[in-house]
C-alpha cells in the first residue's frame, strides 16, 4: 500500500505551497518600470490613453456639437472634452489597464493588444454615454432644451467605443518604444494636465453663465 505522508511532511509542503503562492503575488504586485528612463509602465500606458483620447475627442468634436446645433461652440467643447477624456483616462483608466494586463498577460504577446482595445472600447463607450452625454443634457436642460434621445446618442457612444479601442490599443503597443524617452512623455503628461485645466476652466464659466 502507498505510504501517507506524515503529518509534519504534510504541513512543510502546504507552508511551501503557501510561500510560493504569496510569493507569486507579490511578484505580481510589483509595479513595472522601462528599465531606460525608470518610468512606471502603466504612467506610461495611462498618459498614452490620455493624449491618444485628447486628440480623439478634438476630431470627433462636430459629432457632439451637432446634437444641439447653436448651444456649444465647437472649440470650447473640445476644451470640455478634453476635461472629460482626460479625468477618465488618469481616474478610471488606471484600474482599466490593471485589469487589461491581468487578462492580456495568460495569453501569447500578439494577442494582448486586442484584450486592452476590447476593455477600452467598452469602458469609454460606457462613460461617453453616462459622463459625457450626461453633462451635455444636464446643460441642454439648463438652456431650456430637451435632452438628447436615445437613438441620437449611438453616433456619439459609437465613436466612444472606437476612442476607446484606439487609445488602448496605443496605451498596449507604443509603450515600450515610448517609455525610454523620459522627456517625451513627461512632456505630454504636462499637455494632459494643462489641457484638463483648460476644460475645467471653460466648463465652470458655461456652468456659471447659465447659473
Avoid at 476635461?83 to 488618469?90: E, M, Q, W
Wanted: some cysteine.
Amino acid at each position: 500500500m502507498p505510504q501517507q505522508p506524515s503529518k509534519p511532511q504534510q504541513a512543510r509542503s502546504d507552508s511551501a505551497q503557501s510561500k510560493q503562492s504569496q510569493s507569486m503575488r507579490t511578484s505580481a504586485m510589483r509595479i513595472s518600470k522601462d528599465e531606460t528612463s525608470g518610468l512606471p509602465t502603466m504612467l506610461v500606458q495611462a498618459i498614452l490613453v490620455a493624449v491618444v483620447l485628447m486628440i480623439g475627442e478634438l476630431i470627433s468634436a462636430p459629432i457632439y456639437v451637432s446634437l444641439q446645433p447653436g448651444v456649444f461652440p465647437l472649440l470650447p467643447w473640445a476644451a470640455v472634452a478634453w476635461l472629460l477624456a482626460i479625468g477618465f483616462a488618469y481616474v478610471v483608466g488606471f484600474a482599466l489597464l490593471w485589469c487589461a494586463e491581468s487578462f492580456a498577460y495568460r495569453l501569447k504577446a500578439k494577442a494582448q493588444p486586442l484584450i486592452y482595445a476590447v476593455i477600452g472600447a467598452v469602458s469609454f463607450a460606457v462613460w461617453t454615454a453616462w459622463v459625457v452625454l450626461g453633462i451635455m443634457n444636464m446643460i441642454f436642460v439648463r438652456v431650456g432644451m430637451a435632452p438628447v434621445s436615445s437613438q441620437a446618442m449611438i453616433p456619439a457612444v459609437v465613436n466612444g467605443a472606437v476612442l476607446g479601442l484606439c487609445a488602448f490599443f496605443v496605451a498596449a503597443t507604443v509603450t515600450p518604444r515610448i517609455a525610454k524617452h523620459r522627456a517625451a512623455v513627461i512632456i505630454m503628461g504636462i499637455v494632459t494636465i494643462l489641457a484638463a485645466a483648460l476644460g475645467g476652466y471653460v466648463l465652470s464659466q458655461m456652468m456659471q453663465v447659465l447659473g
